[in-house]
């Protein structure tokens, strides 16, 4: 049994995977990132494959370690895309140790600056075009689902900030179930927008809500509700079961978790349900060949970017940037951010 603090813990791969149960991961995500921490923990501990020299444990890694962890898979010829989710686990890991006090520090944030969240040229992966994913859209009935991937595509956002979203954070044109709310005072005199926070984690309160995914963004950002994705939410909302969370979330289960916030593998069903209807998705498919749903935050970037040649606002969009880059957008909110998304973006109806 892992120890109830994570300082003292002999095991802290044990201990974060204990705690990925509690907070309610699947047995295929547990044990896809024990596979990944195993070999990370294998490999620190072996003086002739580390570039110590000298036996580490997952405590003691630093940045370099982490690299070289990195740059042996990918040369056994890892496809990138498995390299890039194996990495993705192992700065999860890091993270979430340093947050809880076991770590004094992550080592991966270095070697996710340069890696995490690029966006995609790789040439393997699925390439789909406006009118294909239009015609995807078109064949999605349910309010809620419909709702859910029309969000996705259209804002860019990851999907845990999706789930992440309160109706507080979504502001509309017309009178709505949102008429009594309050909404974040970041979108006054914004017009229909959504905000989308940097700081729910998983674990957190947020709201009044512990919530199950984190955002990841580095800035809180306002991204802009055209009039289709306005359309979408003011027919979910029209049906949307009240909650029992004062948080008062967006998106609600409609079936089993009646009223209560989706989480990340409920979106990633309904997506992935949808893709192998379509033939975009198999059950061992890789990122290159499967849309799930961080596949339509790829297609949001590549269609975005390639629309407006505007690299800085795209990124300003999906969080990607901070400091007094993202300054410039959020202070010329309406002229930079609102005109351009409104010029550029792709309808899917």
């Known amino acids: 049994m892992a120890a109830e603090n994570p300082a003292e813990a002999e095991d802290p791969v044990g201990y974060f995977l204990q705690d990925m149960t509690y907070h309610g991961k699947t047995d295929r995500t547990r044990d896809a990132y024990e596979r990944v921490l195993r070999a990370f923990e294998s490999f620190l501990g072996d003086p002739s494959r580390n570039p110590s020299g000298t036996a580490r444990s997952v405590g003691d890694a630093t940045h370099r370690d982490c690299m070289a962890w990195i740059h042996t898979l990918r040369n056994r010829d890892v496809a990138p895309s498995t390299v890039a989710t194996y990495a993705s686990y192992l700065h999860r890991f890091y993270a979430y140790m340093?947050?809880?006090?076991?770590?004094?520090?992550?080592?991966?944030?270095?070697?996710?600056?340069e890696m995490d969240e690029r966006i995609d040229t790789n040439p393997a992966r699925r390439e789909l075009s406006v009118p294909q994913m239009r015609e995807f859209v078109r064949g999605i009935a349910h309010p809620l689902e419909h709702a859910l991937v029309v969000t996705l595509l259209k804002t860019g956002m990851r999907v845990g900030e999706l789930c992440n979203l309160d109706l507080r954070d979504v502001s509309l044109s017309v009178d709505t179930p949102l008429s009594g709310v309050s909404t974040r005072a970041a979108l006054d005199g914004r017009g229909p927008s959504m905000y989308v926070a940097a700081d729910p984690s998983v674990g957190s309160i947020t709201n009044g809500e512990e919530r199950t995914a984190s955002n990841k963004r580095k800035r809180s950002t306002v991204v802009p509700v055209d009039d289709e994705l306005e359309d979408v939410l003011l027919r979910w909302l029209a049906v949307r079961?009240?909650?029992?969370?004062?948080?008062?979330?967006?998106?609600?289960?409609?079936?089993?978790?009646?009223?209560?916030?989706?989480?990340?593998?409920?979106?990633?069903?309904?997506?992935?349900?949808?893709?192998?209807?379509?033939?975009?998705?198999?059950?061992g498919g890789d990122r290159e060949e499967n849309v799930t749903p961080h596949y339509f935050r790829h297609f949001f970037t590549t269609h975005l970017r390639d629309r407006t040649g505007d690299r800085g606002i795209v990124k300003y969009l999906r969080g990607d940037v901070a400091g007094d880059i993202i300054d410039t957008y959020t202070h010329n909110w309406g002229d930079r951010v609102r005109e351009t998304y409104e010029s550029n973006i792709y309808s899917l109806r």
Do not use: I
């Open 98 to 113: 340093a947050q809880v006090g076991a770590f004094d520090s992550n080592p991966m944030s270095l070697v996710m600056e």
């Open 241 to 283: 079961p009240d909650s029992p969370s004062p948080a008062e979330p967006l998106f609600v289960g409609t079936a089993s978790g009646w009223g209560r916030r989706l989480d990340p593998d409920a979106v990633h069903h309904v997506v992935t349900s949808h893709a192998a209807d379509a033939g975009w998705y198999r059950a």
